[in-house]
């Protein structure tokens, strides 16, 4: 079965630079697609097709697929984007997401 | 605007049956794909199962398959989750999301998520 791969954590600074991986095989041939989620509340879709952004998503989010390799980048951290973060590809016929991973703002 | 709203979460006991639904408003139903998801308590998003525009092709997690099963009625703009033989292991919050695309693609995502429904299976 697929598996993304992602770190359970990730701390960052306000007003740096967060990057969030999600390691798979063979992403080439796959759009990887980010969601963020905070506490209590349903998942948000932040970056889709590895780089394109939804229609009221800041700037700030960014994405790339390079290799095995997946990268959501938020730049100019603010406190309120401290969530949950999961990447998600389709395989075949199902649905496969990453572990998460938790961004805090320090 | 984009609205789902899933109902029929509850408690269960184990091996009896739920059955889920998704109203939703806001765009032509009968256009896109939908999917279920699931969260089980302190952990990641699992996907269950999808369910074509027109309800012709179904697909689902080998987790579920069997025991649940997916449909629509596009008269009604409701998404339905038969849940049978419950397991302890499938108290999650289920959230129905709709796919940009009308059938599976190898680039199917969720652009539009509902608030979720909770559903307790004691063990």
């Known amino acids: 079965s697929y598996v993304l791969t992602q770190p359970p954590s990730v701390s960052v600074a306000p007003g740096k630079t967060a990057r969030i991986t999600c390691g798979g095989n063979?992403?080439?041939?796959?759009?990887v697609h980010w969601y963020q989620q905070k506490p209590g509340q349903a998942p948000v879709l932040v970056i889709y097709?590895?780089?394109d952004r939804p229609s009221g998503i800041p700037e700030r989010f960014s994405g790339s697929n390079s290799g095995n390799t997946a990268t959501l980048t938020i730049s100019r951290v603010e406190v309120g984007d401290e969530a949950d973060y999961y990447c998600q590809v389709w395989d075949v016929t199902r649905g496969v997401f990453g572990g998460g991973t938790k961004l805090t703002v320090l | 605007q984009v609205h789902l709203v899933e109902s029929g979460g509850g408690v269960a006991q184990p091996g009896r049956s739920l059955r889920l639904s998704c109203a939703a408003s806001g765009f032509t139903f009968s256009s896109y794909a939908m999917h279920w998801v699931r969260q089980a308590p302190g952990k990641g998003l699992e996907w269950v199962a999808v369910i074509s525009y027109d309800g012709s092709n179904k697909y689902y997690a080998d987790s579920v398959k069997g025991r649940f099963t997916i449909s629509r009625d596009n008269f009604k703009n409701t998404l339905y989750l038969q849940m049978n033989s419950l397991r302890p292991e499938d108290t999650a919050v289920y959230y129905c999301?709709?796919?940009?695309?009308?059938?599976?693609?190898?680039?199917?995502?969720?652009?539009?998520w509902g608030q979720g429904t909770v559903v307790t299976v004691p063990s």
């Open positions: 097709f590895d780089s």
């Open positions: 063979n992403f080439g041939s796959k759009s």
């Open positions: 999301a709709r796919d940009p695309s009308r059938i599976v693609v190898v680039t199917s995502t969720f652009d539009y």
